[in-house]
């Protein structure tokens, strides 16, 4: 009867404590809900620059062939300046381009290349693009090996990569700079995410009330010694990706740290508007845990992406701050100040600093308020 009691006690107890309901059936479905979405490893269609310098027709047919393959939208460029411009902005993912001997060294059963710059900063796409231009090819010459007569044809077409801002495809030189985004994010968010609820635990809440401290005066205190502490985090991930990984940093300091700072003021946002709606420390640093970490991950593009998963999940990433930053970083580590792949995240990462702000203003009692 004892164990009866204490059991019934028990449950009690986990009726009145919301955390354990959310632990138990919330944050299961949540998790289940990002891994089924999120988790994809196809590689989605290839914007490709074209550069052909052979107008003839067996390069007109091989063009035709990769025009043609679902995996690839493809957009001509007038030369390869113009397509390198392309590929450093973001516009396009991959630039083809096709020599001049082409044709004829397919005409007189020769081994013609093909060369195929990619963004190396992204390894995993420049290698599915890579193997499905090899893909597209081999099916090409099966095609014209049997529509030629017997001897004649090109035994194969060779691709040869070039990746830009990674010439050697180390996958550590990609990976590090967005795992610093996840890792900043996560910091940034945990560290004001327990900041409002203690003062309501403390019950020291209740003097600031009554004092005539404003809203923006509370929320700047709780917001600047955090962003401090977020720039000496980034400090510290910086220097590691630099100096124990060998990670090249191509963008000036102060460049790097300007966006990093746009980017804390978006997550130091998002643990303090936690904070204040909860006002428990342990639910609100359960949920930072969850809202900084698995979405980041799954949702910022370094690791999946974005634009294979389903479009309502791809309308949830534009709130996620890591989607502007991770992009950011490999541009600035990998390839430098490229203001033409950097603008637009830089302005989106600013509406998403005043749009969670704005949020933790409205969400801050108005009491605080003289």
Known sequence: MRLAALIIKEFRQVRRDSSSILLAFVLPIFMLLLFGYCVNFDSSVTQLALVTEDEGPVAHSLLERVQGSPYFRVER???????????????????????SDFSRLCTAGGSPRLLLATDGS??????FTQMYLQGVCSAWLAERAASAPSGSG?????????????S????????????????????????????????????????????????LEFILSKLIPYFLLGLGAMAVC?????????VPLRAPLWLLFGIASIFLLSVLAIGLLISTLLRSQYTASLVSLNVSVLPTIMLCGFIFEISSMPGWVQAVSYLIPARYFAPSLSTLFL???????????????????????????FATPKRLDS
């Open 77 to 99: 460029a007038a030369d390869e300046e113009e397509a390198m411009g392309r590929l450093r902005s973001g516009s396009a993912h991959a630039v083809l381009i096709i020599p």
């Open 335 to 361: 390839a430098g100040a490229e203001w033409a792949a950097l603008l637009i995240n830089v302005l989106l990462l600013l509406v998403s600093g005043l749009f969670w702000l704005g949020l933790v203003f």
């Open 168 to 215: 050697a495809a180390e996958s550590r030189r990609y990976v590090l700079p967005g795992s610093i985004a996840v890792v900043i994010s996560f910091v940034g968010t945990f560290l004001t995410a327990m900041v409002v609820a203690r003062e309501w635990e403390r019950g020291t809440m209740e003097l600031l009330l009554a004092s005539p401290v404003t809203r």
């Open 122 to 127: 992204v390894p995993n796409t420049a290698q």
């Open 238 to 246: 910086t220097l590691a990706a630099t100096h124990l990984f060998g």
């Open 154 to 166: 090109s035994a194969m077409v060779e691709v040869l990569p070039l990746y830009r801002f990674n």
